[in-house]
């Protein structure tokens, strides 16, 4: 038997407003705490999709389009640079749930 990997299950996550440009993001992030100082940059390590990441300087990168709302990083941060906002769905990003 077959296992689906992790990257290729994750590819079959669809999105609302999948491909619009101006669509707003359920999760902002206040990097300007991230690089003044985060003793830990713990989002780096436990976010599934791979959302925070660091660039060449060490400055934390986030972007919300792959993001699969575990939640895991709402918690994790304990700098208050996480915000979440749940999307409204005309324009807001987010995962389109197939069984609720
Ligand atoms: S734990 Fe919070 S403050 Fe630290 S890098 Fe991650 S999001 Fe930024
Ligand atoms: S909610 Fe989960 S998948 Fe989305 S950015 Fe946070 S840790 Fe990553």
Redesign the pocket.
């Known amino acids: 038997m077959s296992r689906t990997k992790i990257s290729e299950r994750l590819g079959l996550v669809r999105y609302r407003n999948q491909g619009r440009h101006d669509a707003k993001p359920h999760i902002t ?3 300007a ?3 003044s100082g ?7 390590y436990v976010c599934p999709a791979n959302c ?1 990441t660091l660039n060449e300087e060490g400055k ?1 990168r ?1 972007q919300f389009e792959d993001c699969i709302e575990c939640g895991t ?1 709402l918690y ?7 915000t979440w906002n749940y999307p409204d769905p005309e324009t807001g990003r987010g995962v389109e749930w197939t069984f609720g």
């Open positions: 992030v206040d990097t705490i991230c690089d985060c003793p830990h940059q713990c989002t780096t925070y934390l986030f990083c994790a941060c304990d700098q208050g640079a996480v």
